[in-house]
């Protein structure tokens, strides 16, 4: 049985149009498909910025000059610092989209073609989804880990540096941070609402939404009488799983550390992306493509030895990085187990 004809220029085409037009579908689905990605972008915590050394998230740490005075008194000025700034690094993720130069001959026609690329791309979805929900949480890790998006567990945190700023000296610049341990029921509560006050203000500034694994949800969820188990029915309606604790959805996933307990304020916490990559897709290249080493030993002149790729590829990439400007307003609860 003969194999249909390569036809290169109808395969980039076709693959450049599909890849360009399904860009914003691919990312409203990495965003809307794990309960944490979808609290970074339903709260409009993805920000996009064009270019940068670093992502600089400004601070204001403490209250400026401020009192009473009479009339005619003189008026004293104090200035106070009362801002800084967090840097954090970019950090680059990507996904690669292959065909083969067999899935070509077997997938020729417009059609077979876009329905093996979209096969691909739903692929590429899962892979990304997965990667960057587990980054978010400090469980899934690249090759190289100092190349990771910050985990939220590391920037929710008492004790190491965010955005290089120490909170040994900066004693600001911690979350409420607590180990649990072994409770029951009431003790696990009491740990809740303890953390919730502690990261709160009096007013509207608080945390509003909470993340755990599965076994946590499930304790938690045991504590509660039939009568008293709300949920957010926005988000369930969403296909997410939750709770409510002080009318705050607590939600579970599945890359969740285990026996940790999230606290975030959406007002502080958030995630950039570079706009110029946001989620990317690069031109796919030319079949049959490759590098070529140096010539081997003894070959002619001319010759060369090298490896060559018969499949087309193209990547996803996306670079930004976890931000955090308040770490006041988050807690984290560790060690959380069922007494």
């Not at 970074?40 to 993805?46: K, T, Y």
């Amino acid at each position: 049985m003969a194999l249909a004809t390569h036809t290169p220029t109808t395969w980039n085409d076709i693959l450049s149009t599909t890849m360009h037009n399904y860009h914003k579908t691919l990312t409203d689905n990495i965003f809307d498909s794990r309960p944490l990605l979808n609290y970074l972008m339903s709260n409009g915590r993805v920000k996009k910025t064009s270019g940068g050394i670093s992502i600089v998230e400004p601070i204001i740490y403490v209250e400026g000059d401020s009192d009473s005075y009479a009339e005619w008194d003189t008026v004293t000025v104090n200035p106070v610092n009362t801002a800084t700034a967090a840097q954090f690094d970019w950090k680059q993720l990507y996904a690669t989209i292959a065909i083969s130069g067999l899935e070509e001959a077997q997938n020729n026609g417009k059609e077979q073609i876009i329905n093996l690329l979209e096969a691909k791309i739903m692929q590429a979805e899962d892979t990304l989804k997965t990667k960057l929900n587990g980054m978010l949480f400090g469980t899934t890790s690249g090759t190289t880990a100092a190349n990771d998006f910050t985990s939220l567990i590391d920037l929710v945190d008492d004790t190491a540096a965010a955005g290089g700023i120490n909170p040994a000296t900066e004693t600001w610049w911690k979350s409420t941070v607590t180990a649990v341990g072994a409770v029951d029921a009431a003790g696990l509560e009491a740990a809740m609402r303890k953390a919730y006050n502690s990261a709160s203000d009096a007013g509207n500034d608080r945390v509003d939404s909470l993340f755990t694994d599965d076994t946590t949800f499930g304790f938690y969820e045991s504590t509660l009488t039939p009568q008293v188990r709300y949920t957010d029915t926005a988000k369930a309606n969403l296909g997410f799983q939750n709770l409510m604790f002080k009318n705050v959805p607590l939600f579970w996933d599945f890359q969740a550390p285990a026996g940790v307990m999230l606290g975030l304020n959406s007002k502080y916490v958030g995630l950039t992306i570079h706009s110029d990559r946001d989620f990317k897709q690069s031109p796919f290249t030319d079949n049959l493509s490759g590098s070529l080493g140096a010539p081997a030993s003894g070959a002619g002149i001319g010759s060369a030895s090298g490896n060559a790729l018969d499949a087309r590829v193209s990547f996803i990439t996306t670079y930004g990085n976890t931000t955090i400007r308040n770490r006041r307003r988050c807690f984290k609860l560790t060690g959380i187990a069922e007494a």
